[in-house]
């Protein structure tokens, strides 16, 4: 009886023992992170760094110890030793930054389980993306931030004209939501040229539009043309003095009353916030448009709308135009 008694405890401890070891490799999985960055120079460089920094900080915040290693990619890379170094390092998040590393991660969401589950859960940043079938954090603004920004330096708008192609359709369903919320109304039209946005912007400006409304230029390359479109807008826009705000960073610059451009500290924290919660999730894709943003405003083109802001309201702009 003893020994029946013996036995019992060995395959017991065994199996705990066991079920310790799995729990232990899961864990050492969940504390795993790698980041994936091109080979750059500056200003690319900084960004993506500035990234991987807002990452590294996030790591060691709310009592969590988030195991984060970087690797620079190169622009040919083997695959398949990629995902072998990952699986030697217990390492099933991945964060990969810019062009090449979306490049990556098509490629290493290929690796999957019998199940048909992916090996890896995987977000892309620092692209302005589209929706594509991977997840990630687009650089293209989140319209609830440019229209928060809008009642913060132009309150006396009501409604947003807004020419946009098929590829930001996702962003529009953002608008709507956010202009909803927001007590803002939406003039919409769908283009596939930019000669048809230009259409579109004419008829708006000779149909009496007034200081209550206002321009949105999307993250668009058809409706918000930077050689043709943007032209065009702000030139009518000041001899008519109608707000014009942007998605695009540069466009604060060229004489559009605003526009924003990404934190990039923030964002790293966000991408590493993403990607610890796909592990609850692995068959479930999660895309995002850019909620970490900084402000850029246009001080001549404020003045020139009468807009006038106090040191106070000032010290909320990150950029300011001309510099």
Known sequence: M?????????IAS??????????????QHSNNVAI?????????KSIYQNIMNGSHDASTKN?????????????????????????????????????????LAKQLSK????????KFQIISGALPINPNG??????????????????????????????????SAWLIDLAKSAAKEKGL???????????????FYKNIFSS??????????????ISSHDKITLPYILEKAWTKEVVVFSSKPSHAKRGALFSTYPDNFALGAQLLQMVQGLKQQPKQKNFAALKSTLLAVNLRTAAHLGLKYSPKQQQLFKLTFPQ
């Open 134 to 167: 991977v997840s990630g954090i687009s650089l293209i603004a989140d319209p609830a931030h440019l229209f928060e920004y809008l009642k913060q330096v132009a309150p006396n708008v009501k409604k947003i004209h807004v020419a946009y192609s098929k590829k």
């Open 36 to 44: 994936f960055y091109p080979q750059a120079k500056d200003p690319y």
């Open 2 to 10: 003893k020994k029946f008694f013996f036995k019992l405890l060995v």
């Open 111 to 118: 690796y999957t389980t019998t199940n048909n589950i992916e």
């Open 14 to 27: 065994l199996f705990l023992g066991g079920f310790a070891y799995s729990q232990n490799i899961e864990k």
């Open 185 to 199: 109304k939406l003039n919409l039209q769908q283009v596939s040229s930019t000669a048809q946005a230009v259409t």
């Open 208 to 221: 009496g539009i007034a200081n209550k409304d206002a321009i949105w230029l999307p993250f668009d390359r």
């Open 63 to 103: 009592n969590q110890v988030i195991n984060i290693k970087q690797y620079r990619l190169k622009k040919t890379f083997d695959i398949d030793e990629i995902a072998q170094n990952l699986k030697k390092n217990n390492i099933d998040k991945v964060i990969v930054l810019g062009r090449l590393g979306l490049k």
